[in-house]
Nanobody, 115 residues
Framework: QVQLVESGGGLVQPGGSLRLSCAAS????????RGWYRQAPGNQRELVAT???????NYADPVKGRITISRDNAKNTVYLQIDSLKPEDTAVYYC?????????WGQGTQVTVSS
């Protein structure tokens, strides 16, 4: 079992920045991929970014150039840095991990971009 806990969401003005954190615990040695998804009201959950065990990253087209995913292996934590925030970035952001072909999700953290 893998437990994921997000933090760092909140209300941000357009053009601002935010950094989300996701701490993993449990049997983490089996994790192959970690990442972030988001879900806006009325929309399906969509990929934001992933990072593999080797550090290879993948970004969704709508966020390329504005979002950076990184990891601190010593802290078992993955970060999502979001810059130049837009109102359409408003969503619940979910931390994700895949271990032994099983998907694990965090509880989600709300990001609201509004003036």
């Amino acid at each position: 079992q893998v437990q994921l806990v997000e933090s760092g969401g909140g209300l941000v003005q357009p053009g601002g920045s935010l950094r989300l954190s996701c701490a993993a615990s449990g049997t983490i040695f089996g994790i192959n991929v970690r990442g972030w998804y988001r879900q806006a009201p009325g929309n399906q959950r969509e990929l934001v970014a992933t990072i593999s065990r080797r550090g290879n990253t993948n970004y969704a087209d709508p966020v390329k150039g504005r979002i950076t995913i990184s990891r601190d292996n010593a802290k078992n934590t993955v970060y999502l840095q979001i810059d130049s925030l837009k109102p359409e970035d408003t969503a619940v952001y979910y931390c994700y991990a895949n271990a032994w072909r099983i998907d694990y999700w965090g509880q989600g953290t709300q990001v609201t971009v509004s003036s």
